[in-house]
């Protein structure tokens, strides 16, 4: 039996997708940066790198795959590559904005635990205030990049908007 394949997209461009995310110069790369960072005194850059190659990289994925496997137009692929990414990284000044200001039992896993470890999060960098306000930069520039699609996107700009407010 064949595979099926999209017009666009031919299953080895998928799946070299796919493999890009997962080796090492997104998801391993991502974690050993991450790693190696902890006691480190990081910059933003250093730290948005360490997030792209992994909560982003993750995302934008995911939604790429999603895209090319519906057949996107390239003009649809990139705005979902750029929705993604956005949300990546507004996902992960959350998750770090969480870890210090939630308990233990409100997130469901150890709060505090990347100060423990002397990790590199957005609030130790940027302060909690800015940190908040770049979760929202973030958050908008993803929806933004939604606009091509309408009505179409309104799950995806649920998903943002849920990731944005939420307390776990």
């Not at 997708?17 to 790693?35: M, N």
């Not at 100060?115 to 958050?139: C, F, H, N, Q, W």
Request: hydrophobic share 35%; with cysteine; glycine share 8%.
């Amino acid at each position: 039996a064949q595979t099926p394949q999209t017009k666009r997209y031919p299953l080895k461009d998928i799946m070299l997708e796919f493999s890009i995310c997962g080796g090492s110069k997104k998801l391993i790369g991502g974690q050993v940066l991450d790693l190696e960072g902890e006691g480190q005194d990081l910059s933003k850059a250093q730290l948005i790198r360490i997030h792209e190659n992994k909560t982003a990289a993750l995302l934008t994925t995911s939604l790429r795959l999603g895209g090319m496997t519906a057949n996107a137009t390239p003009r649809q692929l990139e705005a979902l590559t750029t929705f993604g990414y956005n949300l990546g990284l507004a996902f992960q000044v959350i998750d770090d904005i969480l870890d210090v200001t939630q308990s233990t039992e409100k997130l469901g896993k150890t709060a505090g635990k990347d100060e423990a470890v002397d990790k590199a999060t957005y609030p130790s960098i940027m302060g909690l205030e800015k940190s908040k306000a770049e979760a929202r930069r973030l958050t908008k520039k993803s929806l933004d990049a939604l606009s091509i699609f309408g009505k179409k996107a309104e799950r995806l700009e649920q998903i943002a908007h849920h990731l944005l407010d939420r307390e776990f």
